[in-house]
C-alpha cells in the first residue's frame, strides 16, 4: 500500500530550538493529522486539519494543510524533553478505500 | 474513561502457534482497526471493521483473521501462516470511518 514520504527521518536538537518536519504525497487527501508516539506505546493524535491552507495550533505545536492538498508540515517551538519520541503524518481521502495513510515517521532526539 | 484496551502489552508464541490479541473500546464507535508497526517503519493496516458483522481486508491481511461480534470488541488472529509474525500490534477506533482515529497501547508479539 502507499506510504506517505516523511522527513527527516530522525532530528537531533537541543532542548530549546525549534523543530520543523514535513510529509508530502503524489496524490491530495482530503484530511491530514499528525500523530506522536513514545517508545512501547500507541500514538496519540496531535492536530488534525481538513481544509486546504488551514493552519492549526496546539499549544507549541503548529500544523499546516499544503495549499497542494499534497503536502503537511508540523512545526514545534522551543522543545522541551518530553517533546522526544516519533512523530507520525497520515492523510485520509473521501473517495475510495477510506482509511489512513501513514508516513514512515520522525524520531525527535532532544539533547538537554 | 473511556479508551481503548489491547491485551496482553507482551506476548510470546512458538512458531506454528495461532495467538489471538486482543482489543476492547467504551467509546462507542463503530469502527475499528487493526495495524501492524515494524521498527523504523509507519503504521500498515491489516483489517478494518465499520460495523457489527463485517470486516474488510487492508493492505497486509494475509495470515492474520478478524471477527466484529459485538461492537465493543475486535479480536485479531495471528495464524501459522503469517510468515513475519514477530511486530507491534496496534488496534484503534473511529466514529464511523471519520479520519481522526484513537489507538489502543498495543502488543508486542515475539515470536520464537
Known amino acids: 500500500g502507499q506510504q506517505l514520504n516523511q522527513s527527516p527521518q530522525s532530528m537531533f536538537i537541543q532542548e530549546g530550538e525549534d523543530v520543523s518536519m514535513n510529509c508530502t504525497s503524489s496524490?491530495?487527501?482530503?484530511?491530514w493529522l499528525w500523530y506522536k508516539q513514545d517508545p512501547g506505546e500507541g500514538p496519540v493524535l496531535l492536530i488534525a486539519?481538513?481544509?486546504?491552507?488551514e493552519l492549526t495550533s496546539n499549544g507549541r505545536l503548529t500544523a499546516q494543510f499544503g495549499i497542494t492538498r499534497k503536502d503537511s508540515f508540523l512545526n514545534i517551538s522551543a522543545s522541551i524533553p518530553s517533546d522526544v519520541g516519533i512523530y507520525f503524518c497520515?492523510?485520509?481521502?473521501?473517495?475510495?478505500?477510506?482509511?489512513?495513510?501513514f508516513g514512515q515517521g520522525t524520531r525527535l532526539t532532544i539533547n538537554p | 474513561d473511556g479508551g481503548i484496551t489491547q491485551s496482553p502489552k507482551y506476548l510470546f508464541r512458538k512458531e506454528g502457534q495461532n495467538v489471538t490479541l486482543s482489543c476492547e473500546q467504551n467509546?462507542?464507535?463503530?469502527?475499528m482497526y487493526w495495524y501492524r508497526q515494524d521498527p523504523g517503519q509507519g503504521l500498515r493496516l491489516i483489517y478494518y471493521?465499520?460495523?457489527?458483522?463485517?470486516?474488510q481486508k487492508g493492505d497486509i491481511a494475509e495470515g492474520y483473521s478478524v471477527s466484529r461480534e459485538k461492537k465493543e470488541s475486535f479480536p485479531l488472529t495471528v495464524t501459522s501462516a503469517q510468515k513475519n509474525p514477530t511486530a507491534f500490534y496496534l488496534c484503534?477506533?473511529?466514529?464511523?470511518?471519520?479520519?481522526?482515529?484513537?489507538f489502543g497501547p498495543g502488543t508486542r508479539l515475539t515470536v520464537l
Open positions: 486539519l481538513y481544509k486546504a491552507g
Open positions: 497520515a492523510g485520509h481521502r473521501l473517495q475510495g478505500a477510506q482509511k489512513l495513510v
Open positions: 467509546l462507542n464507535h463503530d469502527a
Open positions: 496524490s491530495i487527501f482530503n484530511t
Open positions: 484503534a477506533s473511529s466514529i464511523d470511518l471519520r479520519p481522526e482515529q484513537f
Open positions: 471493521s465499520q460495523i457489527v458483522n463485517d470486516f
